[in-house]
């Protein structure tokens, strides 16, 4: 059986010659699109993370803050000022603000805030410490 020129033994179309329907290229421009939306996707799970971490940071800068405050409003640290200024401190010193504090007899309640750098995102924390509810009902020490 005689073969046409331009024509594959097959019967199709030449692989030598250019058609109109040619994928050349077509895997490099799929290559480009998977790296971007890899790219894409990284970028959007470091950004959550960083968002994460500095969620958690606040919170314990917020804790600190709190337990701070509490130990100065039952007179357990002496020449520290009044309870919210040590508060105000302890966040200064984690690199957030402190938004407010409210004393409660010996119960301190704070909130404090903080940014993610990469989003510029504001992360609000509150924390209350003080002695337990029942502490004034206790008549001998034990569990």
Known sequence: MRRREGTSPEGGTAVAGRTPHDDAGSASV??????VVVAVLA???LAGAQALAERSRVAGA????????????AGLVAG???????????????TVELSSCDVDGLVVTVVVTG?????????????????????????????
């Open 30 to 35: 799929f290559s480009v699109s998977v790296v």
């Open 43 to 45: 970028a959007a799970a």
């Open 62 to 73: 917020a804790d600190a803050s709190a337990l701070a405050a509490a130990d100065a409003a």
């Open 80 to 94: 520290s000022g009044t309870p919210c200024s040590l508060a105000a401190s302890l966040a200064r010193a984690n």
């Open 115 to 143: 940014s993610a750098p990469l989003l510029g995102v504001a992360v609000r924390a509150s924390a209350t410490a003080g002695p337990p509810p029942s502490a004034g009902r206790r008549t001998a020490p034990g569990p």
